[in-house]
């Protein structure tokens, strides 16, 4: 393995991947030598690279996987696909629907792996609100509310990063959308059509700067409503919250704590019941630390089962390129103020 990227990368790809003994990451990418050099050091990997062009050259590496922003992580993912290297790819995968098909059509063609990092699926707390959803025990879904609302590091410390501008595929819609457009259609069923407002504040109201608030209203292909509320400059706000409401219960996924993805839990509410119940999953009885290296150790199960046996397994960049479209098709709403039938792109 090949990692690009030394933040999400150092932080949570090295480690997700070399927790499955299948791996070794034996080269590391950043954008400087110097940098690369560093890290690469302390992590103990042999190789740094300073230009992810010269990783690609590296006949070693049978596979790579990229942490860059989404407008320059397409070209790396090209380029991998190009040299026959399996990709494992970070969300949203690029800026525009365009690009991402760019990706889809090079990893098909050279017949590749190709996985994207959304991480809530692969969680038991997550699967076990699908199982339920599934069985019908619940009955039909009348319609569903999510509300991710938090402040992100470099709303808190005021740091003008990639994940503030816009060109870069910054932004709540991009950071937190991308994530959300995936799970309710992997939960629910497709989107059918899509509205959106987006808001910056009036001090970052320039075009460069990503929107800071989205507010979505999706309808899925058989009529139910899901509103979505999202914003990464939400100073001590209430964290992830999902709710589904059916007519015979109600489901509620919630994470209020700093771990994004080890923080969930799962809660369900029955007409005999007449009240929300915590439902215990293991991912509530995983060891302490990041929640995301965990959630992202099973992708990478799923990622090396793929490049030895060939069998294809989600989440994709088939699901990647969907994902784009929705974001896609978010932005033209906001843009024109209309309905967006997702049809229609």
């Known amino acids: 393995m090949g990692v690009v990227g030394i933040g999400f990368g150092q932080q949570v790809l090295v480690p997700a991947f070399q927790s499955d003994p299948r791996c070794r990451v034996v080269a590391l990418c950043a954008s400087t030598l110097e940098r690369a050099q560093h890290v690469a050091g302390r992590l103990g990997i042999p190789n740094a690279y300073g230009d992810w062009r010269a990783m690609m050259l590296d006949e070693t590496l049978d596979a790579v996987a990229i942490a860059t922003p989404p407008s320059i992580q397409p070209e790396i993912a090209v380029a991998a696909c190009a040299r026959r290297k399996h ?17 889809l059509r090079a990893a098909q063609g050279a017949g590749v792996a190709h996985m994207v990092d959304f991480e809530f699926p692969s969680t038991e707390t997550w699967m076990r609100a699908k199982t339920l959803l599934a069985s019908g025990a619940l009955g039909r879904v009348r319609y569903v509310t999510v509300s991710w609302q938090v ?35 992997w939960l629910l069923g497709p989107v059918q059509k899509i509205s959106a407002h987006l808001f910056r ?145």
Not at 87 to 103: D, I, L
Not at 309 to 323: F, K, N, W
Request: hydrophobic share 35%.
């Open 151 to 185: 402040e992100t590091s470099a709303a808190r410390m005021g740091r003008d990063t990639w994940k503030v501008r816009q060109q870069a595929g910054g932004g709540a819609l991009n950071a937190f959308g991308s994530h959300i457009f995936y799970y309710v259609e």
């Open 87 to 103: 990709v494992f790819c970070e969300k949203p995968v690029a800026t525009t629907c365009g690009r991402a098909a760019e990706m």
């Open 201 to 345: 504040s009036d001090r970052d109201a320039s075009v460069e700067r990503g929107d800071q608030l989205a507010m979505i209203c999706l309808v899925l292909h058989d009529g139910t409503p899901v509103g979505v509320t999202v914003s990464t400059h939400a100073y001590l706000g209430s964290g992830h919250r999902v709710e589904i409401y059916a007519e015979q219960g109600t489901l509620v996924l919630e994470n209020p704590t700093s771990d994004y993805v080890k923080g969930f839990r799962l809660l369900q509410g029955r007409r005999e019941q007449n009240r929300l119940e915590a439902i215990q999953t293991q991912s509530q009885d995983l060891p302490e630390g990041d929640g995301r290296i965990v959630a992202v150790g099973r992708l990478v199960e799923r990622f090396v089962n793929w490049v030895q046996s060939g069998t294809p397994s989600a989440p994709t960049l088939e699901d990647g390129y969907r994902v784009q479209c929705l974001l896609d098709a978010a932005r033209k709403a906001d843009a024109t103020g209309r309905w967006v039938d997702l049809e229609s792109l």
